[in-house]
């Protein structure tokens, strides 16, 4: 398996442009989860899906923020518009979640985005 | 908020040494997590522990669970060089509707030097 696959790896935009980061979870996993890392907020989850439907978006920073996964093997994160303190590296997880599994995630390379 | 709490955040040894984390949360939970995550890369699972479990091995780890006091350790024994990282902890809730949700900590980072 190729694991979860994010692109872009490095993004660098100006303030005010709209960013789209995507991720293709392992096949087979029902739940997808987006996280941001930065020095001072550590790891941070900002939503997460389970068979497609968005469970728990109380992470997202603002309405700048948005996440949409149309199928199971397809997720999007958007900024619009992006600002500088949007700056951070973005990570994507899948994990397979059956009734009384226990949930191991697995982690895409991330996104490191930079809004000048 | 992070649940999870790891001490010290930093460690540096010398290889050869062992290396002990300690991570501490707050609300039950069904089972602790541990990941490592080299600079530059997203995090890789090393090993879980149910909440019914107090020790857990795998490989050169050991990992251990006491619920009564909300804290876990994980010890790297015989460090290496490529060992070093940063570990996180993470927790799974012990409610229902978590659909696989974790929390995670701030992270220990270990520096193993030759």
């Known amino acids: 398996d190729a694991g979860v696959i994010q692109s872009p790896r490095h993004e660098v935009t100006e303030m005010g442009q709209e960013v789209t980061l995507r991720c293709k979870p392992i096949s087979g996993h029902n739940s997808l989860f987006w996280y941001r890392q930065t020095m001072m907020r550590g790891l941070e989850l900002l939503i997460y899906f389970n068979n497609n439907v968005p469970i728990d978006d109380s992470g997202m920073p603002e309405d700048r923020f948005s996440a949409k996964m149309p199928n199971a093997s397809f997720s999007t994160l958007k900024i619009q518009p992006s600002e500088p303190r949007d700056s951070a590296v973005y990570f994507c997880?899948?994990?397979?979640?059956?009734?009384?599994?226990?949930?191991?995630?697995?982690f895409g390379p991330g996104t490191r985005l930079t809004v000048l | 908020s992070q649940q999870g709490e790891e001490d010290p955040q930093a460690l540096s040894i010398q290889e050869g040494e062992n290396a002990t984390m300690n991570c501490s949360y707050k609300?039950?939970?069904?089972?602790l997590q541990w990941y490592r995550q080299n600079s530059g890369r997203g995090l890789v699972h090393l090993i879980l522990i149910r909440s019914n479990e107090r020790e857990k091995h795998s490989g050169r780890l050991r990992v251990t669970l006491d619920t009564s006091k909300k804290s876990s350790s994980l010890l790297i024994t015989a460090s290496r060089a490529a060992d070093t990282a940063s570990y996180f902890c993470?927790?799974?809730?012990?409610?229902?509707?978590?659909?696989?949700?974790?929390?995670f900590g701030q992270g220990t980072i270990l520096t193993v030097h030759p």
């Open positions: 993470a927790t799974g809730s012990a409610g229902g509707t978590s659909y696989g949700k974790l929390t």
């Open positions: 609300t039950s939970i069904n089972n």
């Open positions: 997880a899948s994990s397979f979640r059956t009734s009384g599994s226990w949930d191991t995630q697995y």
